[in-house]
Nanobody, 122 residues
Framework: QVQLVESGGGWVQAGGSLRLSCAAS????????MGWFRQAPGKEREFVAT????????SYADSVKGRFTISRDSARNTVYLQMNGLKPEDTAVYYC???????????????WGQGTQVTVSS
């Protein structure tokens, strides 16, 4: 079983940057693909980015491509989401997720964090 805890959310002005972290515990993240999702009020959860177990492969939603970067530090069992050029429409609760040895790209995730709020002011 994997426990995921997000951190790094907060309030930022449009055009600013934030770096989210997701710390995993309970099981090594080795061989896990990791993902970031977000959910804005009144909207469905949407995919943001994912990274495979080795970090060699990544995938991004079109809405964040070129602005967000997902990375991982397997030694620290941590995955990051660097968010640059933030826009008001990026405002959402951001969730970290994990799945063990999925096909690429993952279609489902088995473990989820509780989320961290990101608010971008215009």
């Amino acid at each position: 079983q994997v426990q995921l805890v997000e951190s790094g959310g907060g309030w930022v002005q449009a055009g600013g940057s934030l770096r989210l972290s997701c710390a995993a515990s309970g099981r090594t993240v080795s061989r896990f693909s990791m993902g970031w999702f977000r959910q804005a009020p009144g909207k469905e959860r949407e995919f943001v980015a994912t990274i495979n177990w080795s970090g060699a492969s990544t995938s991004y939603a079109d809405s964040v491509k070129g602005r967000f970067t997902i990375s991982r530090d397997s030694a620290r069992n941590t995955v990051y989401l660097q968010m640059n050029g933030l826009k008001p429409e990026d405002t959402a609760v951001y969730y970290c997720a994990a799945v063990w040895r999925p096909t690429w790209p993952p279609s489902e995730y088995d473990y989820w964090g509780q989320g961290t709020q990101v608010t971008v002011s215009s």
